[in-house]
C-alpha cells in the first residue's frame, strides 16, 4: 500500500517563503510530484522530482530526498494568488495492471497581506 | 482549445436517479482517469484506462461503470445515486501511465438530494 502525509494548514504572509513538506510510504516508488488547486478549480501539475535533490521553476521548488522517503514544495515571495491547496502526489501499483497518481490529502496555503 | 473538458460542470440528482458524465482530452494522451474529491478535498483514483482498455479499477461500488469508447473519451455512469455519492468527480489525462503530469479537467460537482 501507500501513504503520505502533509500538513493540513499553513499560513503566511505576502512575500513571505513556505515550506510544504510531505512524507511518504509506497510499495514501489517513481517518485514524487506537486499538484496545486484553487478553490473551485483543477488540480494543475507543478513539479516532479524522480531524483535526489532540488528543482526549481521560477518561484517554486521541490525537493526529494529518496533514502528519508521525504520531499517539499518550496514557495518564494508569496502572492496573495498562491492561496490554494497543494497536494504531493505518488505512482504506486495497486493490485491492478497499470499504476495511477495517488495523492496526500493536501495542504491549504493561506497568504493574507 | 480546452484540453480536458468535461460535461456537466454541475449535476443535482435525487437518490436513486441514473447519470452520466462525460469527458473528452483533446491531447492525444494514451491515458485516461476517473478521480473523485470528497468534501475534505481527498483526491481519489477511481478509474483508470490506457488505449481504451480498463487498467485500474480501484474499490468502487459496481454502480459506477466507466466507458471509453476510443483514447479520447471517457464517459463515466453512476446508477441508483446515493447521498454518499455527492461530491467532486475529475476527469484527467497522461501522456501514457508512466507520466506524472496529468491534465485534470475542470470537474463535475455532483450533489444528490
Known amino acids: 500500500g501507500q501513504s503520505l502525509e502533509q500538513p493540513s494548514e499553513v499560513t503566511a504572509v505576502e512575500g513571505a517563503i513556505v515550506q510544504i513538506n510531505c512524507t511518504y510510504q509506497?510499495?514501489?516508488?517513481?517518485?514524487l510530484s506537486w499538484y496545486q488547486q484553487h478553490d473551485g478549480g483543477a488540480p494543475t501539475f507543478l513539479s516532479y522530482?524522480?531524483?535526489?535533490g532540488l528543482e526549481e521553476t521560477g518561484r517554486f521548488s521541490s525537493f526529494l530526498s529518496r533514502s528519508d522517503s521525504y520531499g517539499y514544495l518550496l514557495l518564494q515571495e508569496l502572492q496573495m494568488k498562491d492561496s490554494a491547496s497543494y497536494f504531493c502526489a505518488v505512482r504506486d501499483r495497486s493490485n491492478q495492471a497499470g499504476t495511477a497518481l495517488i495523492f496526500g490529502k493536501g495542504t491549504t496555503l493561506s497568504v493574507s497581506s | 482549445d480546452t484540453a480536458v473538458s468535461q460535461t456537466p460542470k454541475y449535476l443535482v440528482t435525487q437518490m436513486g436517479n441514473d447519470k452520466s458524465i462525460k469527458c473528452e482530452q483533446n491531447l492525444g494522451h494514451d491515458t485516461m482517469y476517473w478521480y473523485k474529491q470528497d468534501s475534505k478535498k481527498f483526491l481519489k483514483i477511481m478509474f483508470s484506462?490506457?488505449?481504451?482498455?480498463?487498467?485500474i479499477n480501484e474499490t468502487v461500488p459496481n454502480r459506477f461503470s466507466p466507458k471509453s469508447p476510443d483514447k479520447a473519451h471517457l464517459n463515466l455512469h453512476i446508477n441508483s445515486l446515493e447521498l454518499g455519492d455527492s461530491a467532486v468527480y475529475f476527469c484527467a489525462s497522461s501522456q501514457d501511465s508512466s507520466n506524472y503530469g496529468y491534465t485534470f479537467g475542470s470537474g463535475t460537482r455532483l450533489t444528490v438530494v
Open positions: 484506462y490506457n488505449n481504451k482498455e480498463l487498467i
Open positions: 509506497t510499495s514501489g516508488f517513481y517518485g
Open positions: 522530482n524522480a531524483l535526489d
